[in-house]
């Protein structure tokens, strides 16, 4: 199916003021967030887009708990398809599993419907773990409260609404929505990825997309499930979907997605503000990437993208400012992610180069965080079983250094500070464009490295001392209560 493109058009002629949203995305960039990328817009035709370099619009970016909204589209499909309702109990879905697991269909479990999965309503004290057993570790896990009564956030649960689709369409969750959906709206499906378990579930935080396509989905709720004309979800569903079901201790929770403040409007919502930000009354759109701190940062940026264009009515049409419109444009045009400090000094680096082997303590570069101790709830992603750094080999380049991690990871750390993206296989298979820069004197090598597809960077210190090289490895753990990871190793030259 050819993809139409969406329509562009100045803001001034559906009634937003090029002036304003200049000032709305210079409020963005000093907020605290990092921005990545921004598309807004009205009436369904885009008046605002924009990514900061490295950063294009092709970048397929991680979405963390925006995937969820895609599952949650996927039931919606599948309800309007006739196959499924919300009203259906989980038990009568997965009776055979139940027989298996010997978990009598009974108390709250049996009125456990999908309407509860989909609003966080589960009505489960604990998260039950999510990865290859997915099926058998939410069904044994104790239904604690009356279903639909008590909100809590379930990603498992989530995880299990994929399932659910794949039992009543025998398909993918990525087949089928492909089919539905992603053709029908025009989500370029070359530039989206959806991680599987073990087993081949394609996991509800597993979708790594571009600012566009999540701003498509955006568009398809906001025009009632309609697209060109064509009814692709369900209208009662959508409403269901976007209004509250229940109670948080926030503006309250749809079917996987959350209510915002201002009157009408909602959010699909990732971690680290991955966006899509929709208001009725105000017929916009906002789709944003970007790499904020929990909560501050993420905070802040809805609070501007809520007082810039949500909260107060909008005319219809405003005269056009032509000259106003063109600083936009090209303020836009000119974004980059900030760049690393460079030393000047290079006269050492050559005296780095050689190969080292971890002798002691443990770290690794792979995009994920493991911010939960000895439990990476990554590793069901991993295409490479081991990813912590046994060997490191130091090459001098005339960009700066080429470092190999266990013979397999491959980085290249600039010493001019600048983000330029190349192609490293990191253990998570979405996240291999890597960006790294490198800062050099006698006793000190800095390296800072990026998967720019994510939100994470890591700062690697190699320092030498009494004969052996130690390592210092601090890990942006992007929340403002436990900001960073410090990890240490001991590194000896061959």
Not at 248 to 259: A, F, I, P, T
Not at 294 to 308: F, K
Not at 459 to 479: C, N, P, S, T, Y
Request: hydrophobic residues 40%.
């Amino acid at each position: 199916m050819a993809r139409c493109e969406l329509v562009r058009c100045t803001p001034e002629s559906v009634g937003l003021s090029s002036r304003k949203l200049l000032e709305m995305v210079k409020k963005l960039e000093r907020c605290g967030t990092e921005m990545h990328g921004l598309m807004v817009t009205r009436h369904g035709k885009v008046v605002l887009e924009g990514w900061w370099a490295p950063h294009t619009k092709d970048t397929v970016h991680i979405c963390h708990s925006f995937g969820k909204s895609y599952v949650a589209t996927a039931v919606g499909a599948a309800c309007t398809d006739g196959l499924m309702t919300v009203e259906d109990r989980v038990a009568d879905i997965f009776r055979d599993d139940l027989k298996a697991f010997g978990v009598a269909d009974e108390g709250n479990l049996s009125r456990l419907k999908v309407k509860h999965v989909l609003s966080m309503t589960n009505g489960m004290k604990v998260h039950a773990l999510a990865g290859k057993d997915l099926v058998r570790n939410y069904l044994t896990t104790h239904v604690d409260f009356e279903p639909g009564s008590v909100f809590m956030y379930n990603t498992a649960g989530s995880c299990m609404l994929g399932e659910m689709v794949r039992r009543v369409t025998g398909k993918s969750v990525y087949d089928y929505m492909k089919e539905r959906v992603f053709d029908p709206i025009g989500i370029d499906t070359e530039h989206f990825h959806w991680m599987t378990f073990e087993g081949g579930l394609h996991a509800a935080p597993g979708v790594a997309s571009t600012t566009e396509n999540n701003l498509r989905l955006g568009m398809l709720y906001l025009q009632n499930g309609q697209w060109d004309g064509k009814q692709i979800i369900d209208a009662e569903w959508i409403k269901a979907a976007t209004v509250k079901q229940i109670d948080n201790h926030l503006c309250g929770y749809g079917y996987q997605l959350w209510m915002n403040s201002p009157p009408e409007s909602f959010r699909f919502c990732g971690g680290h503000g991955q966006d899509c930000i929709m208001s009725r009354p105000q017929d916009i759109a906002v789709s944003i990437t970007q790499a904020g701190s929990e909560p501050h940062d993420t905070d802040a940026t809805l609070s501007i993208i809520n007082q810039s264009l949500l909260l107060d009515s909008l005319p219809d049409v405003l005269p056009e400012d032509e000259a106003a419109y063109a600083e936009l444009c090209a303020y836009m045009q000119t974004r980059r992610v900030g760049t690393c400090a460079s030393r000047p000094e290079r006269a050492f680096a050559k005296d780095w180069e050689g190969r080292y082997n971890v002798v002691e303590g443990k770290f690794h570069l792979h995009p994920e965080l493991r911010p939960f101790g000895n439990i990476n709830v990554n590793a069901d992603f991993y295409t490479i079983p081991d990813p912590d750094v046994r060997t490191i080999d130091i090459r001098r380049v005339e960009e700066g250094f080429e470092l190999v991690f266990n013979d397999d990871l491959t980085i290249l750390a600039r010493l001019d500070g600048q983000w330029i993206p190349h192609f490293a296989q990191s253990a998570m298979p979405a996240y291999n464009q890597s960006c790294a820069c490198a800062q050099v004197d006698f006793d000190e090598l800095i390296i800072h490295h990026w998967f720019c597809q994510t939100c994470f960077k890591t700062r690697m210190v190699l320092k030498r001392e009494d004969g052996v090289v130690r390592a210092q490895i601090r890990k942006e753990r992007l929340h403002d209560d436990w900001p960073y990871i410090e990890l240490s190793a001991v590194l000896e030259k061959v």
